[in-house]
């Protein structure tokens, strides 16, 4: 592994990239960065997230002493918010990349403002984002007949299907790896389950017709890399034409019956419930079927992978050990109470919050109020459609005062259950599905 020359930090990214661009990729990337503070966002925040702070455009921003905190924002020491997002915690600015906390992703629905936001690199600007003008592509070598439409030729040509989806990004939960892996520090909010209208990528894909030798589908977004080299992609990732077949995978154009947020890909994007989040293209401007693997950016490992076999936690794995993460693995939260609530003794408590399985249903949820020694059955709803997260609740009561755990325990309808424990630590920390857990003081 190259490593970061020590003036790294110092140096202009351009400059970096002229001269190793796997150091800057990783500089950009894999820096581990803490949740940011407003002020700390504002001082290093681009022009673009600046202006989407205070809620429009800076026309004198050239006059802008760089570090300023707009006087919109500098009353109070607030944690700093995005635009369109409420209650999030930003854990990277450049890219943006913010989670949910669990108490706010209680909605059977994710609303919009509730839903993460993870970045690859740069966003296209919104003033350049016509909706009625913007066009997907579809070609690549096993397409017969390369098609452009417009979203209202989508919209008419393609029958219309609204479904709820759980996006969850691979790296959710990465802040728990011990030793700890580069990347953003999610802990359990990079999930959602909003709603999604849209058209199959099915009908799309046959209607410019497949070819018998069609593999795999890759995406490609309007986003940049996050250098600005516009010869780089900032992510361009695929599933498998099994996948993008399925009745549930969508091209979509609104989010909760609204146009898609901005951050979360407006005006078009894919939508793969079940698998890693980058599946789920953002910004969508092209749809590649390929006769291979798809290789865009961040298809190959170790990004989005996990070793072959178990490995030692903190071991070196050669990149042709991984394999590319597919379904996610079964995982619940506890979205009610939030964590840290004082309760009454005698009273019972309610718990609730969701669960989900990436491909699979779940079959059952446990819930332990005395560390995992013993388990009770939560009642769980079935999804409203396959590849959306099922609600549970219960109601558990407390024998005595003191400090108490809820710990919430999926299984899937294979019989898997989240583990109690981080499982199989990996270099780049994905697919941690242990049990969740909130705390409750009882008196
Ligand atoms: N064009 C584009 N699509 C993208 C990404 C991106 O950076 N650019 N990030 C991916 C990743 S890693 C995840 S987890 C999901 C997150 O979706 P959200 O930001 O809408 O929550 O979008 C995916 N699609
Ligand atoms: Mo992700």
């Known amino acids: 592994m190259t490593r970061l020359p020590p003036d790294a930090k110092t140096r202009g990214i351009h400059e970096l990239y002229a001269e190793d661009p796997e150091a800057a990729d990783r500089k950009l990337w894999d820096r581990e960065v803490d949740p940011v503070s407003r002020r700390g966002f504002l001082k290093r925040s681009s022009l673009l997230a600046m202006a989407a702070a205070v809620g429009g455009s800076i026309p004198f921003a050239d006059h802008m002493p760089g570090g300023l905190i707009p006087a919109a924002l500098a009353q109070s020491d607030e944690p700093f918010t995005l635009e369109g997002k409420e209650g999030l915690t930003v854990l990277n600015d450049r890219p943006i990349n913010a989670e949910t906390p669990a108490h706010l992703l209680d909605d059977d629905i994710t609303p919009a403002k509730h839903m993460f936001v993870r970045n690859n690199g740069i966003p296209p600007e919104v003033e350049s984002i016509d909706a009625d003008t913007w066009e997907l592509e579809i070609a690549g070598e096993s ?78 977004g309007a986003d940049r890399h996050a ?33 898609i947020p901005y951050l979360n890909g407006y005006p078009l994007r894919v939508v793969c419930g079940g698998w890693p989040g ?12 390929r006769n291979e693997k798809h290789d865009g950016a961040k298809m190959g490992a170790p990004s989005y ?17 991984f394999e590319t993460i597919e379904s996610m693995p079964v995982k619940s939260l506890v979205t009610f109470p939030k964590s840290g609530i004082d309760h009454a003794l005698g009273e019972a408590m309610e718990v609730r919050g969701h669960a989900w399985a990436g491909d699979l249903a779940v079959k059952e949820v446990h819930v332990s109020i005395d560390f995992g020694a013993t388990w009770q059955k939560a009642e769980l709803k079935a999804p409203p459609n396959r590849l959306a997260w099922q609600r549970w609740t219960t109601s558990v009561e407390f024998p005595e ?43």
């Open 278 to 289: 980058s599946v789920s293209g953002k910004w969508l401007k092209r749809i590649v079927i």
């Open 401 to 443: 005062p003191g400090y108490y755990e809820v710990w919430a325990k999926a299984t899937d309808e294979e019989g898997r259950a989240q583990p109690m424990v981080v499982p199989g630590w990996n270099p780049k920390g994905y697919l941690n599905n242990a049990c969740h857990r909130i705390a409750v003081q009882v008196a």
């Open 305 to 321: 992978s996990v070793p072959k076999h178990p490995v030692a936690p903190g071991s070196n794995v050669p990149n042709e050990d």
């Open 227 to 259: 250098s600005g080299d516009p010869n780089k992609e900032a992510i361009s990732r695929g599933v498998p034409m099994e996948k993008a077949l399925e009745d549930e995978s969508l091209i979509a154009w609104a989010m909760n019956d609204e146009d």
């Open 143 to 220: 397409c017969e007949n390369p098609q452009t439409f417009t979203i209202a030729d989508l919209k008419e040509k393609f029958e219309h299907h609204t479904l709820q989806l759980q996006v969850e990004c691979g790296g959710n939960g990465r802040s728990e790896y011990v030793p700890s892996a580069s990347g953003n520090q999610w802990t359990t909010g990079a999930v959602a389950c909003p709603t999604f209208t849209g058209v199959r990528l099915r009908d799309v894909l046959e209607a410019c017709g497949i070819k018998d030798d069609a593999f795999y589908i890759g995406y490609y």
